[in-house]
């Protein structure tokens, strides 16, 4: 039989403000010591998609809904192996009487390759006997709804987000998984997968600063000078443009994950990960222009604040040829949907060309013509002049502040105590 190997791992868990919060010590079999289709199958698990977490929040401050976090205590501990997996026996744990013993495993541990799997497995069973249903378009969003009310789980591995239009219903949900899992309640949201997250009386205020704090000193650019915007206007990347350059590819990675609250850098981001196969110079340096860009707004943030209504509003920009390396274009989204004119060269978006046309002519859909200086796609789809940037960038609803997010709820809370919201705070967070 494959035997698999194990050592301890020791680590510290930071709070938000970046103080101990506990130490932790984890046993962790070495499951680079597995073979696939012998002792482990299915590895994958799903997280849910950023795009999920931001739809979420805005429904959940639209319609004054309360977001509680739960964190499950080891989670990967409670999935059922279906394999049969051995491993050896752990060093400081070693039977004196049996110890060329191996040990057999039924629950499972940390990094066996199923593990996540395995986990995800055993909370959507006990999700499902419960009542809710997977959502399709994100397998990590759980939605349990009844004739009046409704209730959403997003799960991301361990960490869990309920929010939902009862309180009597969540605190239900919190309860049936208290009774199934180990887990601790951490109340409303306020620190989730590295961004702080603070609810006022102006929305909901969510900051990457510590996240970002700490990927400008893996990169060596805390002390680099800020620059206006995150890549240079009229400069157009190509896959040949540049030498060869290898470098650790985990920070434009980084960098994609700090698009949650700071989507202003998403074009620059989304334009380098086209490249990671092959990094050039030319590459690597309009990444060090966006870590400079971030630098200059380290303490830039998203607010998610309440709409009297539910209205989606979408931007799309129709770009002719713009990319050097097959000169594909996205121009004409418009006209074809108005326009019941087919072209064999539309073959692939044939479907999607369909389903517009159909809501469209049953006025479900209102597609109308944006002039370019107020099209608010052009932020996420192509290099823009300073002036322009900063324009667009305004109509995002973002907002900065020098001081920390909780010194501004207490100004903020002062103030209104006061009725006289005083100018500094009244900027840090009304800024568009």
């Known amino acids: ?65 309360s977001i509680e976090q739960l964190d499950i205590n080891n989670a990967f501990l409670n999935g059922d192996l279906q394999e049969t997996v051995y491993m050896v026996q752990p060093e400081g744990f070693i039977r004196s009487n049996q110890p060329t013993f191996v040990c057999k495993l039924n629950k499972s541990l940390y990094r066996p390759k199923q593990a ?9 069973a006990a999700l499902l006997k419960w009542g809710f249903a997977n959502s399709r378009a994100d397998s990590s969003l759980f939605i349990f709804h009844t004739s009046s009310d409704m209730v959403l789980l997003l799960v991301y591995v361990d960490d869990i987000l309920v ?11 919190i309860h049936n ?3 199934t899992f180990a887990l601790k309640a951490l109340g409303s949201l306020s620190y989730f997968l590295g961004f702080e997250v603070v609810r006022t009386a102006s929305g909901l205020h969510v900051s990457q600063t ?30 040949e443009s540049g030498e060869k350059f ?77 990319c050097l390396d097959d000169r594909k274009s996205t121009s004409g989204a418009t006209s074809l949907a108005h326009n019941p004119v087919y072209h064999a060269r539309t073959k692939h978006i044939e479907l999607d060309m369909y389903f517009v046309r159909d809501k469209n002519a049953a006025h479900v859909f209102d597609v109308r013509f944006v002039p370019s200086e107020e099209q608010l796609a052009d932020i996420f789809t192509k290099p823009l002049p300073n002036a322009h940037f900063d324009y667009l960038k305004s109509k995002l609803i973002l907002y900065k502040s020098k001081l920390s997010l909780r010194e501004d709820v207490k100004a903020e809370a002062a103030a209104t105590d006061a009725q006289n919201i005083s100018p500094g705070v009244e900027a840090s967070f009304s800024s568009r």
């Open 1 to 65: 039989m494959n035997l698999v190997g194990n050592k301890w791992v020791f680590r510290i868990k930071y709070n938000a403000d970046g103080s101990v919060q506990r130490y932790k010590a984890r046993l962790v079999a070495k499951g680079f010591h597995q073979t696939a289709g012998h002792d482990c199958f299915e590895t994958f698990s799903p997280v849910v998609k950023c795009s999920t977490i931001r739809v979420v929040l805005s429904l959940a401050v639209c319609l004054n809904w």
């Open 116 to 124: 996540p799997r395995a986990w995800y497995e055993k909370l959507k």
């Open 163 to 173: 929010t939902g239009s009862s309180k009597t219903l969540i605190a239900q949900v």
């Open 177 to 179: 998984l208290g009774s």
């Open 210 to 239: 510590k996240y970002a704090t700490d990927l400008l000193k893996k990169t060596n650019m805390v002390h680099s000078k800020a620059c206006a915007t995150p890549m240079f206007y009229g400069v157009k990347l190509a896959r």
């Open 246 to 322: 290898s470098d650790d590819r985990s920070t434009i990675g980084a960098l994609q994950y700090l698009t949650i609250s700071m989507p202003h850098i998403a074009f620059a981001v989304n334009k380098l990960s086209q490249y990671l196969s092959a990094l050039t110079t030319s590459h690597w340096l309009a990444c060090k222009r966006v870590l400079r860009y971030i630098k200059g707004t380290i303490d830039c943030g998203l607010i998610f604040q309440h709409s009297p209504q539910l209205q989606l509003i979408a931007f799309t920009d129709a770009d002719w040829g713009s």
